[in-house]
């Protein structure tokens, strides 16, 4: 026998085995099934959801008062303690007071000078009149007599105001405090000169309530006005929160006090004013917080934990899970975000399964193996 062919024989019996074996294998992976992907599912929740508005605002007095001097002179005192609390009628500021008390004792000399003047002309028309029934003075001289009567009268009048006015500017020379309030530093220093063109000395400030003024948008006003026929702007009942610079939330609650009368035409804002209890005085005026507020509520929303929302180029899918175990992909339109979840406005339906957990392996059709998600795992 042909040694060389007994090679080839056994060559052609391996290889085929190889084949063989090859062709098995294929067929048993073949018949093998894909594993269920491994993900983590949330029922869609249906409640009533409050629909919650934040701003940046900016904090202001109640009542700011600036202090001005109404009189001209040199600033000798400052009562007050800058940054304290002062009651209305309270003394800030004294100016020199001489040169308003020499003038208020000049214009009292010259008023009991006109009444000397005035008891004359009274004595002298008390005479005249008689004499003149008898002819002893003529008509003339007593209408002389009574002339003067009225032009001292006149007189009298005359230096009374100039009293008035000198004993008024000599009490603007005690600088008094108009409100209630928290006074702020003096902007005039003692021994300047004062008076009603050189400015404001200091301001006082009303804080105890407090104002927060803040802006909406155009749109944002409109849209109140759709849900509140008739209303003026936003809701009157609404609770405002202050959530200060450092991430606090102020305890107290504050109320809508007014709305502007005009769009700002260069942002398209509308500036919106509540008003907020502040009887510790935390607040101070041109202090920035974000004002918090419950504008609305949606009833029986549909709600789902953020993280199952997929963004793709301004609009929002999110991936279901059938009685089958099997994924779909559907785009949904997203609302309100209220904590950790959404609100879906529609593509979704009350207790649907919805993927949270595993988004990323999943194509449609794919057979999942879905496990409960647990949103207390997100609040930690």
Known sequence: MDPNRNCVSLFAFFAGGVVLLAIGGCAKSANQAIPPVDVEVARVEQQDVPVVREWVGTLDGYVNAQIRAEVGGLLTRQVYQEGSVVRKGDLLFEIDARPFAAALAQAEGQLAQARAQHEKAELDVARDTPLAKTKAVSEEELDDAIQA????????????????????????????????????????????????????????????????????????????????????????????????????????????????????????????????????????????????????????????????????????????????????????????????RRVVESGLRASDRIVVEGLQKLREGTVVNPRPFSMAEVVR
Do not use: C
């Open 149 to 340: 009567r009225l032009a001292a009268q006149a007189q009298i009048e005359s230096a009374q105001a100039a009293v008035d006015e000198a004993r008024l500017n000599l009490g603007f020379t005690q600088v008094v405090s108009p409100i209630d309030g928290i006074a702020g530093l003096a902007r005039a220093q003692i021994g300047d000169l004062v008076g009603p063109a050189t400015g404001v000395l200091t301001t006082v400030s009303t804080v105890d309530p407090i104002k927060a003024l803040f802006p909406i948008s155009e749109q944002s006003y409109l849209e109140f006005r759709n849900r509140a026929p008739g209303a003026p702007g936003l809701p009157a009942n609404i609770a405002f929160e202050l959530v200060l610079s450092d991430g606090t939330v102020y305890p107290k609650r504050g109320t809508l006090f007014a709305i502007d009368n005009q769009v700002e035409g260069n942002t398209g804002t509308l500036r919106i004013v509540a008003v907020f209890p502040n009887p510790e005085g935390l607040l101070r005026p041109g202090q920035y917080a974000r004002v918090r507020g419950t504008v609305s509520v949606e009833k029986s929303a549909l709600l789902v934990p953020l993280r199952s929302l997929i963004e793709l180029q301004g609009s929002y899918q999110a991936i279901t899970v059938d009685a089958e175990n099997r994924a779909h992909i559907v785009t949904v339109v997203a609302g309100e975000q209220v904590g950790t």
